[in-house]
């Protein structure tokens, strides 16, 4: 049976919040977060996917770390990544392509994950420390986002989610049928 480890490193809840919905599309997914990871024997799995958040334009370093300790079982494993960022609610940076985000992770890990994703994702302003609305609000304001910080705003596309699901699900039952 060919399952699939599903990591997420998040700040605010929505990467874990997708990879959850991620986890609904298959009956052999695990979630678990970056920190919990190191529980794992990696090994047990044909398909590792890894989602991460950016906050003041950075993955998390725990993210890079992962991927440098175990490049080589990725390297032979079939991997997708993805990245959620607010950035990516723009139409002309919500491809892998075209986000910033994803380029600059691709740069930094030298990483090449066989499938690669980005999703936008969610303010909630209310959440957020005084300090974090305030910058969070500033950097909206500089690139035409919303600015009021009584509301939260979800722009993640759950339909492309789902089709990230669905991509997923192909790559895994073709590789079951070329190990058979």
């Excluded at 599309?25 to 990696?42: H, Y």
């Excluded at 079982?73 to 491809?95: C, Q, Y």
């Excluded at 420390?129 to 950097?139: G, Q």
């Excluded at 722009?155 to 590789?175: C, G, H, R, Y």
Aim: glycine share 4%.
């Amino acid at each position: 049976m060919q399952k699939t480890l599903i990591i997420y490193s998040t700040t605010d809840g929505q990467t874990q919040r997708i990879c959850e919905r991620l986890t609904q599309a298959s009956d052999t997914s695990k979630l678990v977060s970056m920190a919990q990871v190191a529980n794992e024997t990696l090994a047990d799995y044909d398909q590792i996917v890894i989602g991460a958040s950016i906050r003041y334009g950075k993955h998390q370093p725990a993210v890079y770390q992962f991927i440098e300790k175990n490049r080589a079982l990725l390297t032979k494993t079939k991997t997708a990544f993805f990245s959620v960022n607010v950035v990516a609610r723009k139409p002309e940076k919500n491809s892998s392509e075209t986000n910033p985000y994803i380029q600059k992770f691709l740069e930094l890990s030298g990483w090449k994950p066989d499938i690669l994703s980005v999703f936008a994702g969610r303010l909630n302003y209310p959440q957020y420390r005084f300090i974090d609305k305030f910058m969070i609000r500033l950097i909206m304001y500089m690139t035409k986002g919303p600015t009021d910080t009584s509301q939260a705003y979800e722009f993640t596309n759950w339909a492309k989610v789902d089709e990230f699901a669905s991509t997923l699900a192909k790559q895994k039952s073709t590789q079951a049928r070329l190990s058979q």
